[in-house]
């Protein structure tokens, strides 16, 4: 099982036509993800590596019933292609874009919730549940990182995903879903809202975060595990323990503001809560597999 997505997530890719959509859909096709449409006004009757592309996403929805679109579309027009998706009835949305405007992304997550849809990115490398389905652009060696398993993955920072996960897999687990919320001040998700999925599969036995100095997400989770709304084993990775006060470090979402969002009051959050917090990437492994089974393998 995974959450968010699986094999049989039905997908369109809006900007399939263009040489990044293109690449990473025949990426997404060797993966195992079922790209059943394209979408690029002024392009309907082509097809890219055997998707029919089509003007709209209405029109595309009407004849294969997607139910998920994955965006290769420029942050300038991703809110309208956004837009265009939620008034097609798909409710499960990732855009890559870096660089949406702040107001953009202010409006796009207010739409996605007032339909009760889920919008993941901007600013993120995808969503991946190995061996069944990936929306976005994990590179072609993935297949060394991401094995199919039973530990959650959820991330802000794309450089340090695959190392992480590449310590939970040295480690003998596997991934079920892995979330990039992406690295924006105003995610389309955060970790939280997705916590209770995690915690509601079966396949999952434990979540592990990449987090990072700047807003409060990891507070959230910090809060969920208190109130018992997860109950399940988390270990998380904060990025930018040694980062100078008052510099925004890395993208946009990675700064402190108003006193909150340090590194320290994070890591105090959620060891507070009963979660353990790595000090190095290399540790969240070991620490995984203490949480999981005592250490014994």
């Given at each position: 099982?995974?959450?968010?997505?699986?094999?049989?997530?039905?997908?369109?890719?809006?900007?399939?036509?263009?040489?990044?959509?293109?690449?990473?859909?025949?990426?997404?096709?060797?993966?195992?993800?079922?790209?059943v449409?394209?979408?690029?006004?002024?392009?309907e009757?082509?097809?890219?590596?055997?998707?029919?592309?089509?003007?709209?996403?209405?029109?595309?929805?009407?004849?294969?019933?997607?139910?998920?679109?994955?965006?290769?579309?420029?942050?300038?027009?991703?809110?309208?292609?956004?837009?265009?998706?939620?008034?097609?009835?798909?409710?499960?949305?990732?855009?890559?874009?870096?660089?949406?405007?702040?107001?953009?992304?202010?409006?796009?997550?207010?739409?996605?919730?007032?339909?009760?849809?889920?919008?993941?990115?901007?600013?993120?490398?995808?969503?991946?549940?190995?061996?069944?389905?990936?929306?976005?652009?994990?590179?072609?060696?993935?297949e060394?990182?991401?094995?199919?398993?039973?530990?959650?993955?959820?991330?802000?920072?794309?450089s340090?995903?695959?190392?992480?996960?590449?310590?939970?897999?040295?480690?003998?687990?596997?991934?079920?879903?892995?979330?990039g919320?992406?690295?924006?001040?105003?995610?389309?998700?955060?970790?939280?809202?997705?916590?209770?999925?995690?915690?509601?599969?079966d396949?999952?036995?434990?979540?592990v975060?990449v987090?990072?100095?700047?807003?409060?997400?990891?507070?959230?989770?910090a809060?969920?595990?208190?109130?018992?709304?997860?109950?399940?084993?988390?270990?998380?990775?904060?990025?930018?323990?040694?980062?100078?006060?008052?510099?925004?470090?890395?993208?946009?979402?990675?700064?402190?503001t108003?006193?909150?969002?340090?590194?320290?009051?994070?890591?105090?959050?959620?060891?507070?809560?009963?979660?353990?917090?790595?000090?190095?990437?290399?540790?969240?492994?070991?620490?995984?597999?203490?949480?999981?089974?005592?250490?014994?393998?």
């Amino acid at each position: 099982m995974s959450i968010f997505i699986n094999k049989e997530t039905r997908i369109v890719v809006q900007g399939v036509t263009g040489q990044e959509g293109s690449f990473w859909t025949k990426h997404m096709l060797d993966m195992g993800a079922t790209v059943v449409a394209g979408v690029t006004p002024g392009k309907e009757g082509q097809d890219v590596h055997g998707v029919p592309v089509f003007h709209t996403v209405a029109g595309a929805v009407e004849t294969h019933a997607a139910d998920a679109a994955m965006l290769f579309v420029p942050p300038r027009f991703t809110k309208d292609a956004i837009y265009e998706a939620l008034d097609a009835g798909i409710r499960k949305i990732v855009t890559i874009a870096d660089g949406i405007p702040l107001h953009d992304q202010i409006q796009i997550r207010a739409a996605a919730q007032s339909v009760g849809a889920r919008v993941v990115g901007g600013n993120t490398s995808g969503v991946i549940s190995p061996g069944q389905s990936m929306l976005g652009i994990f590179p072609y060696w993935i297949e060394r990182v991401y094995k199919p398993g039973r530990i959650g993955v959820m991330t802000r920072s794309g450089s340090l995903t695959n190392e992480v996960t590449a310590m939970v897999v040295r480690e003998g687990f596997g991934v079920s879903t892995l979330i990039g919320v992406g690295g924006d001040p105003v995610p389309g998700s955060r970790f939280a809202e997705f916590l209770e999925e995690y915690q509601a599969d079966d396949d999952t036995d434990a979540v592990v975060i990449v987090g990072e100095l700047g807003g409060t997400m990891e507070e959230e989770v910090a809060q969920a595990i208190a109130d018992g709304r997860f109950t399940k084993p988390l270990v998380a990775f904060l990025a930018g323990r040694t980062a100078p006060k008052g510099k925004r470090m890395g993208h946009a979402g990675a700064i402190v503001t108003g006193g909150t969002g340090t590194v320290e009051a994070k890591i105090a959050a959620l060891e507070g809560a009963g979660a353990v917090v790595a000090e190095r990437p290399s540790h969240v492994g070991r620490l995984l597999a203490e949480r999981i089974t005592g250490g014994k393998r």
